[in-house]
């Protein structure tokens, strides 16, 4: 159809659970799509559905100006992209890295004649191509290239644009992901509380999610201390009486038969932090013990 037409062709490289995801969405809207995958059978179902079908990543390469990239690791982009041609190119990497390796990655393709744009997807695969799942991506690089590829690259999740610094999103992806482990950390925590006692952990789970979506907006506050550098501002509950708490988690845990060690690493910080004459403060200077 002449809308089809219209649309940005789109090269795939990568169709793991993600990756056949984000060929799904583009597919579903109407973009012209070339795929390639190390292990072809992967490709049968979006050809069923009308992708192209290329028969190597060189080949899929030169298909199209944009090329998406969502493979297991930055090595497996090495690999993947080894022999590829990509001058001319706007390399979009979706692929998870670190801040270091996606800086070296967009140098790397500045070398090869390529734009480039990386990504960190905030989303799991169901989440893509369901706007109402809230998933999205970080982008960082070319604030060019992100402008031109707007809108092909907000198809299958929405996109939040972080920096011309290509580590950023990066940067962006891994703090939360390290922000989420945390959380996990607290509720599995929880869980093993109250495993051996008569509690559905069904009844619980509702009071936990409810409990963390109350408590997660006290990240502003920290925030705003951070930027102003005066941890009292605004502060609730102060760390000399958080640290006062502390002995009444420990002991439940240990009446309940359960490891406190998830939560005496952080506890250990806030004590430290108390011991600086800290008792009046948030719990922000906790972040101040974590720099090396
Ligand atoms: N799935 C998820 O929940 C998370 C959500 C957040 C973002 N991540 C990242 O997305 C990248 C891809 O993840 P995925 O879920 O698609 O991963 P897999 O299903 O394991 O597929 C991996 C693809 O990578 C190909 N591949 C791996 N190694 C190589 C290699 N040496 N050479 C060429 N291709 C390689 C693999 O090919 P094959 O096994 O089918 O032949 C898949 O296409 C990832 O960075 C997540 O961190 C997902």
Known sequence: TPNTVEKT???????????????????AA?????????????TTPLAAKGARVADTAA?????NTLVVLCLLDDSSVDEVLAGTDLAGRDLVNLTTSTPAQARARAEWARERGAR???????????????????????????RELFE????????????????????????HDVALLS????????????FALIREEDIDPTALAPLL?????????????????LRSGDYTKGVVSNLAMQVAGTPTLLSTAEHQGVSPELLTPYFELMRRRLAQGSGEEDLTGVIDLLAH
């Open 9 to 27: 062709p789109v090269t795939l490289l990568g169709l793991g659970a993600m990756g056949t995801a984000l060929a799904r969405a583009w597919l």
């Open 30 to 42: 109407g973009h012209p799509l070339t795929v390639w995958n190390r292990t072809p059978a992967r």
């Open 59 to 63: 080949e899929a390469v030169a298909a």
């Open 116 to 142: 480039y744009l990386d990504g960190g997807i905030m989303a799991v695969p169901p989440m893509i191509g369901v706007p109402e799942a809230g998933g999205y991506v970080f982008h960082s690089g070319s």
């Open 148 to 171: 031109r590829h707007r809108e092909t690259l907000g198809v299958p999740a929405g996109t939040t644009y972080v920096g011309e610094d290509p580590g950023f999103a990066a940067l």
């Open 179 to 190: 922000a989420m482990y945390g959380m996990f950390a607290g509720a599995a925590h929880a």
């Open 209 to 225: 999610a409810d409990w963390l979506v109350a408590m997660a907006p006290a990240v502003h506050r920290t925030a705003d201390q």
